[in-house]
């Protein structure tokens, strides 16, 4: 039996009841500490539409992104055509390309550009003219290399494109050497071959494929030249000096939907340098954390003390869907104009989807392979990033909707 009286019973009452709580607000403030720091849900993407295509293959280190977006595109054309799945040779296309351009920067007296990169045009452009072949019989692995790897024989085509310039004159012997450093990286390109027990060309392959390269049409959106109207995007990958046609971007986006609402898929050139591009976390976005009105009544409470910029920390840590900002035809054309925008990549869409908020995400194929992320190298990127940081699209004259096709004339 312990002896105590009320003072020491009162005492220590009180302190009981003081220690319950100090433990009642390290709880509350654990709890506090807790929701900012991990997310409510995750992203949770429904599917709206989605075509087929082709496996996700891999440029590796190559700047090939435009002809392995662009083959990919093709073979989904094939498939959408009744023709079935075919794995078409990109290093064929890019092959061809090397020497396109290394003519064309002769004649611009060295002041073309003989990089690695590319638009969709070129791979039109090498088909029309040179045919394809299937993968299988020019995979562009030669030597040593196991993945595709262009970083020596880009370097040594640049150091050999400024001989002739220099010499005013592209000599017989110049041509065979330019083949020759593309025959010791790439392969031999054969002038038959034997595909599913029929002997073809290059040329007569294409034929049979029955692509027509005239159906396809390269669309942008800036307010620097006449809406529907041809006119040029300046940027470095287009040294074919090719010409686009200009919508404005609400229409761009209808052409996007129209096309893979009707059975197309969208061959698409943007800028993925941003923050909100995350092809690991297999999403890119384009958050707008200064409406918190938008967000839900927990959510509102869980940012509403955070400063934009921390609000901003949050969405790239791609827990959760965040508004998006409207992107309008002024947001584009600021971006392009300072350089923000820039021509980075191209991928192949092949459908839509929405997330738990409704917010429209369209599915992209990427290049970099499968083991990059757990998509299976897929992401989505949303509406509002697409018509952000979009340079052109690339679709069959058909996917486009009947009364922008008017204006455009085609």
Not at 266 to 291: L, Q
């Amino acid at each position: 039996m312990f002896n105590l009286d009320s003072n020491s019973i009162v005492m220590k009452f009180k302190l009981i009841l003081t220690l319950l709580l100090c433990i009642s607000i390290i709880n509350v403030n654990a709890q506090k500490k807790k929701s900012k720091a991990e997310p409510v849900e995750g992203y949770k993407f429904t599917t709206v539409v989605s075509l087929p295509a082709t496996s996700v293959k891999n440029q590796s280190r190559s700047g090939t992104c435009w002809c392995f977006a662009t083959t990919s595109f093709i073979e989904s054309e094939l498939i959408r055509m009744g023709k079935g799945e075919y794995d078409l040779s990109e290093m064929f296309i890019v092959r061809q390309n090397y020497i396109d351009r290394l003519n064309d920067n002769y004649l611009r007296r060295g002041k073309g550009n003989v990089s690695q990169g590319s638009l969709s045009h070129d791979w039109i452009r090498v088909f029309a003219n040179k045919g394809i072949v299937p993968d299988e019989v020019y995979s562009g692995l030669h030597s040593d290399f196991e993945v595709h790897n262009h970083s020596e024989m880009a370097a040594i085509i640049k150091a050999v494109s400024e001989v002739p310039v220099k010499r005013k004159n592209q000599s017989e012997e110049y041509h065979k050497i330019v083949n020759a450093i593309l025959d010791t990286y790439m392969g031999e390109v054969p002038e038959t071959f034997t595909y599913k027990e029929r002997t073809f060309t290059p040329e007569s392959f294409a034929e049979e494929l029955g692509i027509n390269p005239d159906d396809y049409v390269e669309i942008t959106s800036f307010n620097h030249f006449s809406f529907y109207t041809p006119g040029k995007i300046e940027v470095p990958d287009n040294w074919a000096h090719a010409d686009f046609y200009n919508v404005p971007v609400g229409e761009l986006t209808e052409i996007m939907d129209y096309a893979l609402n009707n059975g197309y898929t969208v061959n698409w050139d943007g800028d993925v340098s941003e923050k909100g591009f995350s092809h690991t976390n297999g999403v890119a976005i384009n958050p707008d954390v200064t409406k918190t009105e938008d967000f839900s009544e927990t959510d509102r409470a869980r940012f509403e003390d955070m400063s934009p910029k921390e609000r901003l920390e949050e969405a790239y840590k791609f827990e959760q869907p965040f508004p998006e900002i409207e992107v309008t035809q002024d947001i584009r054309q600021q971006g392009y104009e300072s350089f923000v925008t820039t021509d980075d990549h191209l991928m192949h869409i092949t459908g839509i989807v929405k997330d738990q908020n409704g917010t429209k995400y369209y599915i992209t194929k990427n290049s970099w392979g499968i083991a990059r992320n757990k998509f299976g190298g897929y992401l989505n990127m949303s509406e509002s990033y697409v018509k952000a940081k979009m340079i052109f699209i690339m679709v069959h004259k058909d996917a486009i909707p009947e009364a922008i096709k008017s204006k455009l004339g085609l």
